[in-house]
Every structure is written in structure tokens, then in C-alpha cells.
T-cell receptor
Framework: GAVVSQHPSWVICKSGTSVKIECRSLDFQATTMFWYRQFPKQSLMLMATSNEGSKATYEQGVEKDKFLINHASLTLSTLTVTSAHPEDSSFYIC?????????????FGEGSRLTVL | AQSVTQLGSHVSVSEGALVLLRCNYSSSVPPYLFWYVQYPNQGLQLLLKYTSAATLVKGINGFEAEFKKSETSFHLTKPSAHMSDAAEYFCAVSDYGTGNQFYFGTGTSLTVIP
């Protein structure tokens, strides 16, 4: 079964509104989670690393005020797309590593398809 | 620094034919290498991983990959393609030990022709 759960799977919103996407680790604690963005027919682009109890680390070119990340607990990270615009429409995927002390494997959420009208 | 190159953004094979998806890596440390599969509108699912043990790694759904240090390659193969194998495949290298960050290739879209 899934070890990382993402919600919602699909979301449609109006331009200018904010959208929150949740990423939960199931049955394990994740002090770190990763947020990716994927454009159609392209690879995953790492947006930011979410750190429990501290600020997220953003990749170069990613607007931290646009994409707010909160890692409030050891099992939950949220990505909020603020004042969304059509160009923010994309597939957002979170992941969490499990198994420190051995080769950590990344487990991925199911992804969230955001469409901004 | 780590990076991954996947040669061939699209691969088509006939059902029952050999599947070969290419992946070359660049890493300044001993790499951990992964192959993931993605079906439409879904997240990524791990097929197999290399973590410095056996160089020939067997994964799910009949896939396997061989780590070749001399060629810096980690190609994915399957002896006989099935229609259900049609998907997007991503090779990734990890810098495990320095943050668990993964670096993904650009992906290869596999089409299986009946």
C-alpha cells in the first residue's frame, strides 16, 4: 500500500486564489520531504526541501513567497500555492525518504494535478 | 555533483520484445541508483535500486538493471515487454548521506505495440 499520501489528487481553482496540497507519510516519520513540480512529458523538477521544525530550503528560481511550505509535524508537509495563476497549473508531487541507516528510498505521493483557470 | 542522462525520450517495442532503457550517471561519490515508473497522473513507483551490493539488480514486474561502473551505466531491461509496461520511466541517482537528494533523468516514455 501507499506509504506517502497526497491530497487532493485534483484541484481546479480560479486565478488569484490559494490552494493547499497536503503530503502525509503513513506509518513512518519523515523529518524531510521533497516537493517536485512536473510539466507535461517532462521530468520532475525539485522545488524545495521541507524540513520538520525549520524553514524549507528552496531551489534556485523557486519563489518562496509563491510556494509556501510548512512541515508542521513529522508526518505532514503542506504546499500552498498562493495567488495562483494559470502558469502555476502543473502536476505537483511530494516524496519522503524512509530508511536512514540504509540506502534511503524515496517514496512518492500520488501527485496533485492543479489547474488554475 | 550527481546527474543522470537518459538516452532516448521515447522507446517503442513490440509486445514480447526486449525492453532496453538506457541510463548513464555522473557521480562524485559511490552512487545509489534507482529506476522509477510513472503511470499517467500518478506518482512514481520504485522498480528497483542499486545500493553497492550485487551489480545485477532484479526489480518488480520482471525488470532488472545492471550497474556497470566502467561504463557509468545503469540500463533497465526486461526480456519480454507486456502491454502494461507502457509508462514513463525515470532513472535517478541519490547522494544518500548528504541529504538524500535525488537527481532524476528526463525520463523515457515506453510504448508497447501489440
Amino acid at each position: 500500500g501507499a506509504v506517502v499520501s497526497q491530497h487532493p489528487s485534483w484541484v481546479i481553482c480560479k486565478s488569484g486564489t490559494s490552494v493547499k496540497i497536503e503530503c502525509r507519510s503513513l506509518d513512518f516519520q519523515a523529518t524531510t520531504m521533497f516537493w517536485y513540480r512536473q510539466f507535461p512529458k517532462q521530468s520532475l523538477m525539485l522545488m524545495a526541501t521541507s524540513n520538520e521544525g525549520s524553514k524549507a530550503t528552496y531551489e534556485q528560481g523557486v519563489e518562496k513567497d509563491k510556494f509556501l511550505i510548512n512541515h508542521a509535524s513529522l508526518t505532514l508537509s503542506t504546499l500552498t500555492v498562493t495567488s495562483a495563476h494559470p502558469e502555476d497549473s502543473s502536476f505537483y508531487i511530494c516524496s519522503a525518504p524512509m530508511g536512514r541507516g540504509q540506502a534511503g528510498e524515496l517514496f512518492f505521493g500520488e501527485g496533485s494535478r492543479l489547474t488554475v483557470l | 555533483a550527481q546527474s543522470v542522462t537518459q538516452l532516448g525520450s521515447h522507446v517503442s517495442v513490440s509486445e514480447g520484445a526486449l525492453v532496453l532503457l538506457r541510463c548513464n550517471y555522473s557521480s562524485s561519490v559511490p552512487p545509489y541508483l534507482f529506476w522509477y515508473v510513472q503511470y499517467p497522473n500518478q506518482g512514481l513507483q520504485l522498480l528497483l535500486k542499486y545500493t553497492s551490493a550485487a551489480t545485477l539488480v532484479k526489480g518488480i514486474n520482471g525488470f532488472e538493471a545492471e550497474f556497470k561502473k566502467s561504463e557509468t551505466s545503469f540500463h533497465l531491461t526486461k526480456p519480454s515487454a507486456h502491454m502494461s509496461d507502457a509508462a514513463e520511466y525515470f532513472c535517478a541517482v541519490s547522494d544518500y548521506g548528504t541529504g538524500n537528494q535525488f537527481y532524476f533523468g528526463t525520463g523515457t516514455s515506453l510504448t508497447v505495440i501489440p
